[in-house]
């Protein structure tokens, strides 16, 4: 089977901006979960979606939103982009369960100049 | 609230040699699921062990193990006859019923 897919790998975007991030789970796979990697603070969980509907949420603030297709592909939004949003943004995907084993796909770098 | 703590941000190890990473957490739940996951350099996130709270044997993946003490919350990772291609964050993470939860990670490097 195919890996987790995140397009785009890379890039760059401009305070102000609005950026759209995508990810295409294991197929078959029915959740996905978003996360932001950064060097000072970690993996920190975004939110996490479970057949097209929002599962459970992270404490990040309202410029951050997800939204899930129905063949299991999400899209992750951020508006209003500010310095502090660059990072790498991990997606995962898991057949369903809560307690499944996360694969991971390699992430988007997100760079905010 | 569920943390997971990992107190050795940095470690090294020489190849061959065995080594082993600390990871602590806090939760009031009785069922959940404790994971090891590595992050080499520029490359993908992909789990390296995983124990089932329920569970008291201890898992084991050819080089890796842990040591599971649910009294203590604590779930170490043991990596045996340690390989260059071991060099890596090593992320420990807990998941009850809700959203996952990482430590901050631990960058183990093996030297030749």
Redesign the interface.
């Given at each position: 089977k195919a890996?987790v897919t995140q397009t785009p790998r890379y890039l760059i975007k401009t305070r102000g901006q609005q950026v759209t991030l995508s990810c295409s789970p294991i197929s078959g796979h029915r959740s996905v979960?978003w996360?932001q990697q950064t060097p000072g603070q970690?993996?920190q969980?975004l939110f996490?979606y479970f057949s097209e509907t929002q599962r459970?949420k992270?404490n990040f603030p309202g410029r951050f939103s997800g939204r899930q297709f129905s063949n299991s592909r999400s899209e992750m939004n951020v508006s209003t982009l500010e310095l502090g949003d660059s990072a790498l943004y991990?997606c995962?995907s898991t057949p369903g369960q809560?307690?499944d084993?996360?694969?991971?796909?390699?992430?988007t770098r997100l760079t905010v100049l | 609230a569920q943390t997971v703590t990992q107190s050795q941000p940095e470690m090294s190890v020489q190849e061959a040699e065995t080594v082993t990473l600390s990871c602590t957490y806090d939760t009031s739940e009785n069922n959940y699921y404790l994971f090891w996951y590595k992050q080499p350099p520029s490359r993908q996130m992909i789990l390296v062990i995983r124990q089932e709270a329920y569970k008291q044997q201890n898992a084991t993946e050819n080089r890796f193990s842990v040591n599971f003490q649910k009294a203590a919350k604590s779930f170490s990772l043991k990596i045996s006859d340690s390989q260059l291609g071991d060099t890596a964050m090593y992320f420990c993470a807990f998941t009850g019923h809700n959203d996952m939860r990482f430590g901050a990670g631990t960058r183990l490097t093996v030297k030749p």
């Open positions: 890996g979960s996360y970690g993996l969980f996490e459970n992270g991990l995962a809560e307690t084993t996360q694969y991971f796909g390699p992430g | -």
